[in-house]
């Protein structure tokens, strides 16, 4: 599976949208793209992903290059709930059940 | 309600024990997962399985060892040779096979070293 890359940390003020980076520039034809978010000391939960097309459902939107070597999550009106590491995975669609590679995450700060 | 427990939430080991987490799920999933997360750290695959009494071993396997005798039970036992078992331990499952393969994720183990 391809790898991916985010930055450490990102701040957002509350009501406003989060935008939060992924780099994948090594992804191939089928692999997918998935996002999960994990608060403090729980397990992580899924957001949502996406293969070429942009994706939206209740939690957030799912934007994605029309090359797929990057993507963009978006939390369009951030909560103080919202505060969490998010993780940016690449996996193929037949991977069934293989290595899921989890990176280091972004680190997204929602401020009051 | 469906999904994944993990127990317990906190476990103590003494120096040289075996100690035994467990996972179990009733969302009929075929894949289950075992990671490891220090603190400030992404998570880290230990252990793997796809299917009932076969499983792999994931990037940091040493120390640990696993069983899948049942579908809805994946239990891991971190062994004395783990020197530095403190961390925070995470079991998922995922529905093999499927284009929506997402992973849904225990509420973890923290383990800690008398």
């Known amino acids: 599976d391809a790898k991916t890359t985010q930055p450490p940390s990102m701040d957002c003020a509350e009501g406003r949208a989060a935008n939060l980076p992924c780099n994948h520039s090594t992804i191939s034809g089928n692999e997918y793209v998935y996002w999960y978010r994990q608060i403090h000391s729980q397990g992580p939960q899924y957001i949502i992903h996406?293969?070429?097309n942009n994706e939206t459902n209740e939690m957030a939107s799912l934007i994605i290059t029309e090359d797929r070597k990057s993507s963009t999550l978006i939390l369009p009106h951030a909560t103080l709930r919202d505060t969490a590491v998010y993780y940016c995975i690449v996996r193929g669609q037949y991977n069934q059940g293989g290595k899921l590679i989890f990176g280091q995450g972004t680190e997204l700060s929602v401020k009051p | 309600d469906g999904g994944i427990t993990q127990s317990p939430k906190y476990l103590f080991r003494k120096e040289g024990q075996n100690v035994t987490l467990s996972c179990e799920q009733n969302l009929n999933h075929d894949a289950m997962y075992w990671y490891r997360q220090d603190p400030g750290q992404g998570l880290r695959l230990i252990y793997y399985?796809?299917?009932?009494?076969?499983?792999q071993k994931g990037d940091i396997a040493e120390g640990y060892s696993v069983s899948r005798e049942k579908k809805e039970s994946f239990p891991l036992t971190v062994t004395s040779a783990q020197k530095n078992p403190t961390a925070f331990y995470l079991c998922?499952?995922?529905?093999?096979?499927?284009?929506?393969?997402?992973?849904?994720f225990g509420s973890g183990t923290q383990l800690s070293v008398l």
């Open positions: 998922a499952s995922s529905d093999r096979g499927t284009t929506n393969e997402k992973l849904f």
């Open positions: 399985s796809q299917i009932v009494n076969d499983f």
């Open positions: 996406g293969l070429k």
